[in-house]
């Protein structure tokens, strides 16, 4: 059964940083895309940042280039979303998601709350 789960949300200063988590099982993260999304109130869910399965190519949204940082532990079958130099404007549910052959499957979410 393929499970993504996320953790490391919290309320952070503007400024701060934040390590975002998504624990997966079921699937090794190695072998597939894996990617970060976000979603704010009142607005549509967007890419933050994805890695491909190789492991050679990331991608990242110009809102959050050189702020943001994806990678994976493939050891722990984990991936992890270092966030630095938060803005206010980066509150969201944060989502991780890998796309298998079977589909594109998601995790619950993780509340980040950027606010002084």
């Known amino acids: 059964q393929v499970q993504l789960v996320e953790s490391g949300g919290d309320l952070v200063q503007p400024g701060g940083s934040l390590k975002l988590s998504c624990a997966c099982s079921?699937?090794?993260?190695?072998?597939?895309?894996m990617s970060w999304y976000r979603q704010a109130p009142g607005k549509e869910r967007e890419l933050v940042a994805a890695k491909s399965a190789a492991g050679y190519s990331t991608n990242y949204a110009d809102f959050v280039k050189g702020r943001f940082t994806i990678s994976r532990n493939n050891v722990k079958n984990t991936v992890y979303l270092q966030m630095n130099s938060l803005k206010p404007e980066d509150t969201a549910v944060y989502y991780c998601?890998?796309?298998?052959?079977?589909?594109?499957?998601w995790g619950q979410g993780t509340q980040v709350t950027v606010s002084s």
């Open positions: 998601s890998a796309r298998l052959p079977s589909g594109l499957y």
């Open positions: 079921g699937f090794t993260i190695g072998n597939y895309a």
